[in-house]
């Protein structure tokens, strides 16, 4: 018995060698590399002590080093740089550096080992294997089109000419703007001009348009964030620093630096066309994954960031009813370019109502974070996002475009395409492309059309490859060769189309060409159409000729289980320590309250206000005939038109007398631009901003909504006031 039992063993030792064989082959690296399994490998270890001894170095140097430096700085006895650098001899005594340098030492120090701690951990297979994924060259380059999409869009709904009509004292030099107002570019008289802004904002949206598209995306992606973030750093440094398009114009940052042109692209087009080597648009690869996880991440802290602030500055309690209704009551009373105020009638709804919008906004900003590690998050936490700014768009009348559209980026549409694609394919059938393989053209064109085939639509068949009796009969035509010779067919339910009538066929079939496909029926169009065609497919052989760029399928490159396993090592190391960079620069900032921009701490409504009272203004403008009425400054300078960006201004109005003087030159210049569209007789002549205070917790059925605290009145110099001016003092 046991002779047959150890038989038996070395019988099985074998089958289980094949199976266990037969499953690496097609289970790939889960049986291959059994370190995906592990959070920390050899390598990481090595890392983790070289990491621990460049800590310690930097304890060394900063304190046994840094100190004397800092001391002999002080006497003035270093070298001339570090002398300059410190220059509060007379008011602080020479420990205040000191312990300024040991504040840097520690946030050095603690920065340094989270991104040790971080690069660790998400650089191990397990984490880039069951976290970060793998995406194909078409979903990064979809994340590309659609944030240049948005930042298209938001661009081209600003008026940024209208900011050289705007005071010079108004600006502000708001973070690194300050850096090119001094240099020696004339970027101040670019902000000056309205011609200059209004090319400059034109050349942004072609610039973006070009993003979109995917034209030579390695300068043109870069090109456009730079643009778009001169564009909005000279709207912040007239208005305040406000949030809106930062998490658009990071993820532009980051694409900056990734293969982003790969897919959906002209640039893939043109490699695809030209025969060159071009990664598959529907083969995934760790590259593309790590890609799209750093998008993912700029989009994701920002929501972290903002929650963690809420509950740092305004307390666990900043939920509270009391300091809810100041936050919707202030922006509801506030003027803003909307005009509803629903907000107004919740004054008598119970507070815990107030207490759940709060704890609402909380819990989803900093849960938003867990879209970093669950798929499943990716499919409900972005709609609670845009739940959550629709819900501030309406009782707070403030409007996050960029972050409503650009939730959009945290969806998977490839399971979407191919779903239609196959719901296309039974319900419509498949288009059948027969093409010539001899031409060059017709093998250019094929490549081509399959890459702009995003549904599947499409199938293409060398009519020399065919036997074509067979095909006649199975498909009850009557095709002939010399007329496939001569043009292009298209099969389409049963129903041939050759030649310029095939691609319209296709451009039906076809997304990218849906826009063009109905001006293809016109008469004259389709005319010209068959002409152009019947020219091109006469002369192909002539126009194009065959080279060493003629296959119909361009080159494959290696993508075997070692390749995947070598791009996730040394690559996606590379993507580790860059997400880990990110993360840790993030945080700093976040925690010294650094508002520099574009930096930012994300405190959005972060303070919390209790007093149960608030503080609103309300401006109204009379007109030629004495008529007041409640005015709208959205309606002068057109840069300041969105989210209230003059209410920094206004607030001057009260001020100081330097504040005062700011505030009167912009209400004569939104003044100025009003009443050069104003109709006959309907000109401004005053202004008069009012300061309201509405105590709503002892008062909340005030039907006024406060009393009135403090006015300011301008007058506005019109042609007419002047002349009546000039009347009494000729009859004085």
């Known amino acids: ?11 099985i030792k074998p089958k289980m060698r094949l199976i266990r064989g037969t499953l690496s082959k097609s289970w790939g690296l889960r049986l291959v590399n059994r370190n995906n399994n592990r959070f920390i490998t050899a390598g990481h270890i090595r890392l983790l002590l070289v990491l621990m001894g460049l800590s310690l170095v930097w304890i060394m140097f900063a304190k046994l080093i840094v100190p004397p430096v800092i001391e002999s700085a002080y006497r003035g006895e270093s070298w001339p740089f570090l002398n300059r650098m410190i ?10 550096y000191l312990q300024k340098w040991d504040k840097v030492t520690i946030t050095v120090l603690l920065s340094g080992l989270g991104f040790s701690l971080i690069a660790l951990v998400i650089s191990s297979p397990a984490f880039i294997r069951n976290i970060v994924g793998e995406a194909t060259p078409g979903s990064l380059g979809a994340i590309r089109m659609w944030t240049c999409t948005i930042l298209l869009l938001t661009t081209y709904l600003e008026d940024l000419p209208s900011i050289a009509l705007l005071p010079v004292e108004m600006s502000q030099h708001e973070g690194t703007m300050r850096f090119l107002y001094s240099l020696p570019i004339g970027f101040a008289a670019l902000v000056t001009s309205e011609t200059g802004l209004g090319v400059f904002q034109w050349l942004t949206m072609l610039v973006l348009f070009l993003g979109v598209i995917g034209w030579h995306t390695r300068v043109v992606i870069p090109l456009g964030a730079l643009c778009h973030f001169l564009l909005l750093g000279t709207l912040v440094d007239y208005s305040f620093f406000w949030h809106q398009n930062l998490a658009p114009l990071y993820v532009m940052a980051v694409l900056s630096f990734t293969p982003c042109g790969d897919g ?6 043109s490699k695809v066309y030209q025969g060159r080597i071009s990664p598959d648009a529907d083969r995934a690869s760790p590259i593309y994954g790590w890609s799209r996880y750093a998008c993912w991440l700029m989009i994701a802290l920002p929501y ?28 509801a009373l506030n003027p803003r370019e909307f005009n509803w105020a629903f907000s107004l009638s919740l004054t008598s709804a119970p507070d815990i109502l107030f207490t759940f919008l709060g704890i609402f906004t909380v819990v989803g900003e900093l849960s938003f974070g867990i879209v970093l590690f669950s798929r499943t998050a990716r499919r409900i936490l972005p709609v609670v996002a845009i739940m959550m700014h629709i819900g501030i768009l309406l009782l707070q009348r403030v409007l996050f475009l960029d972050l ?7 969806f998977d549409f490839n399971r979407i395409r191919k779903a239609i694609g ?26 081509l059309l399959a890459c702009l085939d995003i549904f599947q639509r499409l199938e293409f068949l060398d009519f020399r490859l065919l036997d074509l009796n067979e095909y006649n009969r199975s498909q009850a035509l009557n095709l002939k060769p010399d007329n496939l010779e001569k043009e292009m067919y298209v099969i389409s339910r049963g129903q041939a189309y050759h030649g310029f009538y095939g691609y319209r066929v296709v451009a039906l079939a076809l997304p990218a060409f849906w826009l063009l496909a109905p001006w293809l029926f016109l008469p004259l169009v389709s005319s010209l159409g068959a002409s152009v065609y019947g020219f091109t497919a006469r002369n192909r052989m002539k126009l194009f000729r065959c080279d060493s760029h003629c296959p119909v399928e361009p080159l494959k490159e290696d993508g075997g289980v070692g390749a995947a396993a070598k791009t996730t090592v040394y690559q996606g190391f590379g993507y580790a320590l860059a997400v880990s960079a990110i993360t840790i620069i993030a945080f700093v900032v976040w925690f010294y309250h650094v508002e520099f921009y574009p930096l930012t701490s994300w405190d959005v409504y972060a303070y919390s206000d209790t007093s149960g009272r608030v503080t609103y203004v309300k401006v109204f403008a009379r007109d030629e005939h004495g008529v007041s009425f409640p005015a709208r400054l959205e309606d002068g300078i057109g840069a300041l038109s969105y989210d209230a960006r003059y209410s920094r201004v206004i607030q001057k109005c009260f001020g100081q007398p330097p504040d005062v003087d700011v505030c009167k030159k912009f209400l004569a210049a939104s003044a100025s631009v009003y009443n050069n569209r104003a109709l006959p007789g309907g000109k401004l002549t005053q ?14 059925s005030d039907p006024n909504y406060g009393k009135l605290t403090d006015r300011f009145a301008f007058e506005i110099n019109t042609g007419r006031a002047l002349r009546e001016k000039k009347l009494e003092d000729r009859s004085v």
Request: aromatic share 14%; charged share 25%; net charge positive.
């Open 304 to 331: 972290v960031e903002a929650g963690l602030s809420k509950l740092r500055d305004g307390g666990s309690f900043w939920w509270n009813a009391v300091n809810m209704k100041e936050k919707l009551f202030s922006d």
């Open 687 to 700: 202004y008069e901003i009012q300061k309201w205070t509405w105590d709503f917790r002892n008062n909340p």
């Open 87 to 96: 220059l509060g001899q007379a008011e602080s005594p020479v420990s205040h």
């Open 264 to 269: 959906w692209s002209v640039d893939r087009l």
């Open 404 to 410: 409503i559209l650009i939730q959009l980026v945290f």
């Open 1 to 11: 018995m046991l002779k047959g039992l150890f038989a038996r063993g070395r019988t």
């Open 422 to 447: 196959q719901r296309l394919a039974i319900y419509r059938g498949r288009i059948q492309v027969l093409y010539d393989g001899f031409c060059p053209l017709c093998r250019r064109t094929v490549r």
